[in-house]
Nanobody, 121 residues
């Protein structure tokens, strides 16, 4: 079965760090662009970061640039999102997808369960 499974979320204090994982099953993750998205309660889902296949270029939402880092481990068939200097406004359910799209307006119809990230003191 072709799917992406997110993990690594949790509760962290402002200024803390988390590393999210997105593991692919049924396909080689290196062959596709992979993006991280998030959706906070009452808000639209937005693209936060993505890494392209081929040139492995990376892209970030302006508000996370310098704090978040996306990377890919082909051997583990996994894409990571390292999140540092977390802020309460980063609180959301985070999803990964076979899509490279930054900002609002993504069109995608195969979302997984996501992983909850809560930044609070």
């Amino acid at each position: 079965q072709v799917q992406l499974v997110e993990s690594g979320g949790g509760l962290v204090q402002p200024g803390g760090s988390l590393r999210l994982s997105c593991t692919a099953f049924g396909f080689a993750i290196e062959d596709y662009p992979i993006g991280w998205f998030r959706q906070a309660p009452g808000k639209e889902r937005e693209g936060v970061s993505c890494i392209r296949a081929g040139d492995r270029s990376t892209h970030y939402l302006h508000s996370v640039k310098g704090r978040f880092t996306i990377s890919r481990d082909n051997a583990k068939n996994t894409v990571y999102l390292q999140m540092n200097s977390l802020k309460p406004e980063d609180t959301a359910v985070y999803y990964c997808a076979k899509s490279c799209f930054i900002g609002l307006g993504v069109i995608y119809n195969n979302w997984g369960q996501g992983t909850q990230v809560t930044v609070s003191s």
